[in-house]
């Protein structure tokens, strides 16, 4: 999987415990120096090299096919994964979006769970539940943390051995969930990417606009509402209430900021 927000899918794994899964990914945009030292894959000359060694790849879409074939006959699935919700969950959706093949995903994955939640409702004295530190740990077994076929075998030995499927079960969420907060989470970040103007210029907080683009408005829309109704508009805007709280902000001296903004264009 990805190494950040905006990084590209290099491998896809998965097991059941008898069975594995594992794809390389050919990247779209090159790989950075920086990736390179996590995860040990180099891209050159069209060919992905892992550790210096060079291994088959598919493009993106090749590999999640795949990928969608393998669970085919294990169906119903749930995905699990450390991290699953805030990080794997996102990516993979997008990708399979991204792809076309959300139909035949859903088709046979009704939904993920998370076992990082579950190893702290589990150990809730830890300090770390990074999967790394809890191999070390429970199992006695270090691995290569960054390579996806070793991070799901050691998951899948974590997982077997000390949660059970009550507690999995708690922790798991629709693919339909993710779905949808994947795409408030792309439309979210569109609409942040308008308000640079105001926070370059200091006339709101990056809190802020976040908050502003979460609720669904951008700049054009602040725009559009001063030059019609001038104060009163902007205020009625972010002020109007949501479940008894603003839909933005009711601060005055915020308000008054954003209108100087305007009134200097």
């Known amino acids: 999987m990805p190494l950040g927000n905006n990084a590209e899918i290099l491998q896809i794994a998965a097991t059941d415990g008898s069975d594995e899964f594992n794809a390389y990914v050919?990247?779209?945009?090159?790989?950075?120096p920086a990736a390179t030292a996590v995860n040990k894959l180099t891209f050159l000359h069209g060919t992905l090299f892992y550790n210096g060694r060079p291994v088959a790849a598919l493009s993106l879409p090749q590999a999640l096919k795949k990928f969608v074939?393998?669970?085919?006959?294990?169906?119903?699935c749930l995905l699990l994964?450390?991290?699953?919700?805030?990080?794997?969950?996102?990516?993979?959706?997008?990708?399979?979006?991204?792809?076309?093949?959300?139909?035949s995903f859903e088709e046979v994955v009704l939904g993920f769970s998370?076992?990082?939640p579950a190893f702290r409702e589990l150990l809730p004295e830890r300090k770390s539940h990074s999967q790394p530190n809890l191999a070390t740990d429970l199992l006695d077994e270090?691995?290569?943390a960054h390579n996806a076929l070793a991070d799901v075998q050691i998951l899948h030995k974590l997982t077997s051995k000390f949660l059970d499927t009550q507690l999995l079960t708690k922790h798991s969420f629709t693919t339909t969930s993710i779905?949808?907060?994947?795409?408030?989470?792309?439309?979210?970040g569109y609409n942040m990417a308008t308000f640079k103007p105001l926070t370059k210029a200091g006339a709101i907080s990056v809190g802020m606009a976040g908050k502003a683009a979460a609720s669904g408005l951008t700049?054009?829309?602040l725009k559009l509402a001063f030059q019609r109704g001038g104060v009163d508009g902007l205020s009625h805007i972010l002020r109007e209430k949501f479940d008894g709280k603003p839909r933005v902000t009711a601060n005055r001296r915020v308000l008054t900021q954003i209108c100087k903004y305007f009134q200097s264009k």
Do not use: C, M
């Open 26 to 32: 050919l990247p779209q945009h090159g790989i950075s």
């Open 81 to 103: 994964a450390h991290n699953a919700k805030s990080f794997d969950a996102k990516h993979l959706v997008r990708a399979v979006g991204k792809a076309n093949l959300s139909d």
């Open 69 to 76: 074939d393998w669970l085919q006959p294990k169906a119903p």
């Open 219 to 221: 700049l054009h829309h």
């Open 179 to 188: 779905t949808e907060r994947t795409s408030f989470l792309d439309q979210k």
């Open 142 to 144: 270090s691995y290569n």
């Open 114 to 116: 998370d076992a990082l």
